[in-house]
């Protein structure tokens, strides 16, 4: 337990009242000094307290790099594209991409700046010792700043501050003497009481302002989100509390050496995504995301397995080292990380719901004929991937290689 941290939560609630759950969370994990992750103490991977895709291997950074160069291929192939990453951590995702990239897609690879959004100084430096050998390609940047290109995160959104409310009640942090406890408290009528959605579990006002800035700030291109959590009509708003492998009880457990995460309750994510102007270009489980860009560029698999010369997918599988092959079944299975995470992605000016329900589309090379450099796509489509009431893509639009088997 951080005494400190602990004491300094204890004399703001003696000084003030009891806190909401938003601004405990804020504390345990981004206190300037002493939180979770600004202080650089949260260890994520075997020896430390959780897994992500991330810590499970290069893989998971392999097949976003396939990804992410079709999403560049749909950019018209710009010579400007920029992958930003928001909760880089140490990096690590960053080096699997941009390696992968460098070997597979040369010319998407001179193409590309990476970007990555830290805020904390200590995971900065960090993360520009695992980016070494990519000096020239990486930038930091302690907000988001205009782009084209693709936003990226893996378990961002679940980081988030999240306040507790239950119908009209909301979920405060007390003290007992020096114990910290639960009290519910009736909502306050005003204001920011109307402003809150639907009567859900967890309001995640920090996730609602963060897709706001990512909408203003893409120009042209891609968000995708990678997180656990479920739709509005599933949704459970438990509080997650994690250090070594193992869950706590509670989050006033281990106070600033433990990660809390809240599910993700996507359908507000897309209906405020929506009011921005983004248009929902695929949503599905990890499972099918991953399996329909394996089905798109099974190479991926194949250049790691000892005998690059085999052809079927399956002997591909059963050449693969074990150590990729343990990889990927964490990363598909569903009763690992497969059902458990969903991908979300949202596109901005990539083609724009013209009359009679053509796309004007932006083509990567222009014959020049069109006066804005434009032409009529009108490629059949399949209307899957998207939770119901979401305004996606035009039912015209090719999907993506990780939205083809969605569901
Ligand atoms: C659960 S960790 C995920 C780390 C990494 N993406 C992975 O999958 O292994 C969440 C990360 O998001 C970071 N984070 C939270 N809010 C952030 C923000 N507003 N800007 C940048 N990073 C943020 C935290 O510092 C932490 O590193």
Known sequence: MNTVLTELIRQSIRAHGPVSFAWFMQQALYHPEHGYYSSGRCAIGRKGDYFTNVSVGPLFGEFLAAQFAEMWERLGSVEDFIIIEQGAHDGQFARDVLESVQKRAPEFFAALR????????????????????????????????P???????????DAMPVRLISGNMEKLVDLEDDKFVFVERPLSQGAAASKLPRDRDAFNQAALDWIDDVAAKLQRGYVVAIDY??????????????AQH?????????????????PVEWSTIIERAQANGLRVAGFTDQHHFLTGIISTWPDLLQARS???SVSSRRVQLAAADRKTKRALQTLLHPEMLGRAFQVLALEKNIAEPAEGGQLLQPKPHSTGKESDGRSWATQPIHGIGCPSGAKRVDREAPRLAGFKFAH
């Open 147 to 157: 782009f084209l290109g693709v936003h990226f995160s893996n378990e961002l959104l």
């Open 114 to 145: 990476y970007r990555i959004v830290e805020p904390f100084p200590i995971l900065q430096d960090r993360q520009s010792r695992t980016l070494e050998g990519f000096r020239d390609k990486v930038e930091w940047r302690d907000s988001l700043q």
């Open 306 to 308: 000892w005998n690059s």
């Open 246 to 262: 193992r869950n706590l009880d509670s989050p006033f457990e281990q106070i600033g050496h433990a990660d809390i995460t809240m």
């Open 229 to 242: 959590g479920r739709l509005e009509d599933e949704f459970q708003g438990n509080v997650q509390v994690r």
